[in-house]
Nanobody
Framework: VQLQASGGGLVQAGGSLRLSCAAS????????MGWFRQAPGKEREFVAA???????YYRGSVEGRFTISRDGTKNTVYLQMSSLKLEDTAVYHC?????????????????????WGQGTQVTVSS
């Protein structure tokens, strides 16, 4: 499985961005996809995820501001980010988890994902 992320950029605080992550290859193995982010000097942290049943998961600090969705026909997941804050600045990584019981249990954690894409930089300015 290959993941291609796009959509990052520079935006003012309060603005919006939409990230996309397109999956290709053996996508039939995937059951959920998610976004993680890593700011300089910090650990990579979970942001949001969606599974193929439609369930969504969010980090508390982005709930109500970010929306994750998927287009099954395109094997693409989107992260619509609104009301962006300075602390949202980070490299955002998309990831996909294969359909296993263990992965489903760990959907909010890195161990729940088998495949990772390259990061896309999101910078929020004041």
């Amino acid at each position: 499985v290959q993941l291609q992320a796009s959509g990052g950029g520079l935006v003012q605080a309060g603005g919006s961005l939409r990230l996309s992550c397109a999956a290709s290859g053996r996508t039939v193995s995937i059951y959920h996809m998610g976004w993680f982010r890593q700011a300089p000097g910090k650990e990579r942290e979970f942001v949001a995820a969606i599974n193929w049943s439609g369930s969504t998961y969010y980090r508390g600090s982005v709930e109500g501001r970010f929306t994750i969705s998927r287009d099954g026909t395109k094997n693409t997941v989107y992260l619509q980010m609104s009301s962006l804050k300075l602390e949202d600045t980070a490299v955002y990584h998309c990831a996909a988890g294969d359909d296993t019981e263990d992965n489903a249990r760990w959907v909010r954690y890195r161990r729940g994902y088998n495949h990772w894409g390259q990061g896309t930089q999101v910078t929020v300015s004041s």
